[in-house]
């Protein structure tokens, strides 16, 4: 079946620790995004990515870094920079550069 | 960043009723999609836009792109308990060349049965 997966599904983090979160695609799409969402709030763009080995900021990359070494994976490293990091990730992918699909999401808990 | 405004941000109806919720941007856009999004899931996409005017239909689903390219709508007939979510508009500047979206803040159903 074609689609994205994020893994792990929960999360748990001590203060002051890095943490990688996975996002894979096996539909050839370019293009991938990570976005943060908080609770009552929409979707904030925190990196993305329109081709391999390039990526740029969104409006929340403070603390936060990706790379795209290959086309079907963009990992995303929440680091201990980022003040508040709990929140649910979710990473996306795009052909066309219009439509995105999403994947089931990342629920990082820092305890 | 730029968001949209989206209203209105919570409803809650009767199981059988219509529903309707709209965005609004400041600037115009070349692109407008409505997904829904179940509790601890990521948004699934339910009807895309990408002409002035243009209406669309997925289902009982009805989303129209506004004449002004600055507007969206989003309407749900007979609305069923699985309806239930939170509705997310997102849309594409004109000026834009990098495919990001800018989503508004959502709108939150329940239906009672």
């Known amino acids: 079946d074609g689609g994205i997966t994020q893994s792990p599904k929960y999360l748990f983090r001590k203060e002051g620790q890095n943490v990688t979160l996975s996002c894979e695609q096996n539909?050839?799409?370019?293009?991938m995004y990570w976005y943060r969402q908080d609770p009552g709030q929409g979707l904030r763009l925190i990196y993305y990515s329109q081709i391999v080995n390039d990526f740029q900021k969104g409006d929340i990359a403070e603390g936060y870094s990706v790379s795209r070494e290959k086309k079907e994976s963009f990992p995303l490293t929440v680091t201990s920079a980022q003040k508040n990091p709990t929140a649910f990730y979710l990473c996306?992918?795009?052909?066309?550069?219009?439509?995105?699909?999403f994947g089931p999401g990342t629920r990082l808990t820092v305890l | 960043g730029q968001q949209l405004n989206q209203s209105p941000q919570s409803m809650f109806i009767q199981e059988g009723e219509d529903v309707s919720m709209n965005c609004t941007s400041s600037s115009i856009f070349n692109t407008w999609l409505w997904y829904k999004q179940d509790p601890g899931e990521g948004p699934v996409l339910l009807i895309a836009?990408?002409?002035?005017?243009e209406l669309t239909s997925n289902g009982r689903l009805t989303a129209q792109f506004g004449i002004t390219r600055k507007d969206s709508f989003l309407n749900i007939s007979a609305s069923i308990p699985s309806d239930v979510g939170i509705y997310f508009c997102?849309?594409?500047?004109?000026?834009?060349?990098?495919?990001?979206?800018?989503f508004g803040q959502g709108t939150t159903l329940q239906v009672k049965p």
């Open positions: 996306a992918s795009s052909s066309t550069g219009n439509e995105q699909f």
């Open positions: 539909l050839n799409h370019d293009a």
């Open positions: 836009l990408y002409k002035a005017g």
């Open positions: 997102a849309g594409q500047s004109w000026l834009s060349n990098t495919g990001k979206l800018i």
